[in-house]
């Protein structure tokens, strides 16, 4: 086949090199990669098939520097065909495929340390030492494969150890819920025939101004605790923006807004504004806070949980007391109750209460409007510690299972559960004026060294967002995603993307911010320490 005009002088000369005319195997075609060698075999007539199958040429035309095959296959030394591939040999290290029009265009390729895709003499062969590099470098990280792979192995243990005290917890937790709904069962009998008996009585008893008025102010108290939870988050808000906005507005630039309230936000948190307008114009306090008790919360919360029928008939027994006689009957009806199985319960109650009516309309005892009351008090205190007993339960019982869901998930802690001892592992990566910290599958911070300033960098999203990563792979578990971050001033919400890699600790090597309050964490765990076996990539070295 004839040789295209435009062949320059660099290719001319090695023209020779590419050559194989006359050629009876595979092993003198320059370019071919070992794989295909059987496919580079001239027929008994001394032609050759493209390997896509298109057309038969003469065996001679075979790199001969001109394109005959749609595939480019019939020039592997050669540049002639763009779509071709040609194969570096690279003796001494790992051979490898290039493009064919890569080839003879004067510049020594990175990949063919052999120089074979340029005339000899252009490129030196460096693969002998490139080769030693590559192979010391590859037994350290083998070294440190197989170390990290102990400390992985113990996360492995940690995990079945972890199901193991799942699955037990979930099963005494069923039991137990069992039971505690039999006895909330129990307590809901009892207290509903007490109502029945008490039901008018305790309707007048609502009826009353005090206990109107303390509805009235419990669901007052209510709605003042979450408007106050609400304008605390506003609050807090406001001041991180105003954070931002006093570390990164330019004061060189005449916003005489801007400028005001920054220099009002000063102010108020005390810090001198040492501007020539600042002088002159001083400097803003905050308003004193008022003293706000330690236990506020907590206080709150009781008064919100306040069972106020249960109040109201204990304040109406502190102010009516009771009999001497009354108190003697009811105290052998009591003790009796203290020695009756449960299953029994129900009737004696009505039977009790019967005899106190019974003897309070002879007299033998005064009538009082407090006696079921009382006693409906006890029941319905009885109840709600049987029905709060089995939601605490209840809710344990389901966040076991949930735990236990997540253990073996591979979007969570992975097939093995190998990342659950990890799970609140907290790294942290000191740059000198910020400390940088994630704890994993938690949330990731900046803290100012100078201030001591807490910034929100986001929390646990997902493991690596690259959609082309297969779940439960190395390369999904290679990178996880921290977003929903305190929002910069006029720009995104911050957020962390933490790139990982086998290493004999737990800890972050690099941070860097390659877009405005987008982090880079780079870090390493035994976590991804994976036998050598088991992460095979289908390569082959050749040395």
Known sequence: MKLSGSV?????????????????????????????????????????KCLDGSKEIPWSAVNDDYCDCNDGSDEPGTSACPNGTFYCVNKGHIGVNIRSSRVGDGLCEPECCDGSDEPSGICPDQCESIGATYRAERERTAKVRKTGGK??????????????????????????????????????????QLESMDAAALEHKKQSPLFIHLTSSKSLISSLHSKNKELETQIDSLKALLDDLEKGYNPNYVDMA??????????????????PEGETKGNEEL???????????????????????TLLLDHEKHVTGSTTQQDDVKALLFSVADYLPDSFLPAYESLKEYIINTLSLMGVIPKTSSSTSAETSRARTAHNAAESALIETETKLNEDKKALDKLFAVEWYGKDGEWKKLDGTCLSKDTGEYTYSVCLFGSASQKSNKN??????????SWTKDSSAVPGSLEYYSQQYYGGGTKCWNGPERSVTLDLSCGLENEITEVSEPEKCEYR??????????????????????L
């Not at 001591?452 to 999203?461: I, R």
């Not at 050598?532 to 289908?538: A, L, M, R, V």
């Open 258 to 275: 801007v400028i005001n309230t920054v220099k009002a936000w000063k102010g108020m948190k005390g810090v001198k504004d040492e501007s």
């Open 151 to 192: 400390i992985r192995s113990t996360y492995l243990a940690h995990a079945q150890k972890e199901k193991k005290r799942l699955e037990e917890s979930i099963k005494a937790l069923e039991l137990e819920v069992k039971q505690k709904k039999v006895e909330v069962e129990r307590t809901q009998e009892t207290l509903n």
């Open 452 to 461: 001591g300033a807490n910034m929100n960098l986001g929390s646990f999203q």
């Open 8 to 48: 320059n002088v660099l290719a001319a000369a090695a023209l020779p090199l590419f050559l194989s005319t006359g050629a009876t195997s595979a092993s003198s075609i320059k370019g071919v990669d070992p794989s295909k060698a059987n496919l580079y075999v001239p027929s008994s007539s001394q032609t050759w």
């Open 287 to 309: 308003p004193e806070e008022e003293d706000v008790p330690e236990n506020y919360e907590s206080e709150v919360h009781n008064i919100e949980g306040t069972d106020l029928i």
């Open 521 to 542: 964490f780079v870090g390493t765990t035994p976590a991804l320490c994976v036998p050598e076996q088991e992460n095979k990539s289908g390569g082959k070295d050749e």
